[in-house]
């Protein structure tokens, strides 16, 4: 059976993308625990990381890196924080976080019901900074 995250990718269940490539997606958690929280997940389903290959590692850390880019410049955080969890979907998946303390990335924090307009804008904001990074993968 597909993983939520398939079933996105697949466009099967909506999502807020803000990047799409052959290998993988980046898009907008729906429970953020900061304005901007970001998902960068592999088209392929791998469960833990431990069982990536390197090449899909270093692919997906650099998208990660891309999209913390976008964001620091999107909405001006202490840091961009970045989080292999892997507890709550069994795919692989790098959380892309702004943040003002370690504490942002704390679970607890997240918003369990996230006003729509909010996350569209800033997954607007996050398209806007990458199509002036001029990055071809931005999603539209």
Not at 25 to 46: Q, T, Y
Not at 84 to 90: D, Q, R, S, Y
Not at 104 to 117: C, R
């Amino acid at each position: 059976m597909a993983t939520i995250f398939t079933m996105i990718i697949d466009g099967d269940i909506p999502g807020r993308f803000v990047w799409k490539d052959d290998v993988c997606v980046g898009f907008l958690s729906i429970n953020p625990m900061h304005d901007g929280h970001a998902l960068v997940v592999p088209r392929k389903e791998v469960d833990h990381w431990l069982d990536a290959d390197a090449d899909l590692m270093a692919h997906l850390t650099k998208v990660a890196q891309i999209i913390g880019k976008a964001q620091r410049r999107a909405f001006d955080p202490q840091r961009i924080g970045m989080m292999i969890a892997g507890l709550e979907v069994p795919h692989l998946h790098i959380h892309v976080v702004p943040m003002a303390s370690v504490h942002s990335l704390d679970f607890a924090n997240a918003d369990i019901d996230p006003d729509p307009e909010r996350l569209d804008g800033n997954a607007e904001r996050i398209r806007v900074e990458l199509r002036k990074m001029q990055r071809i993968e931005v999603a539209d």
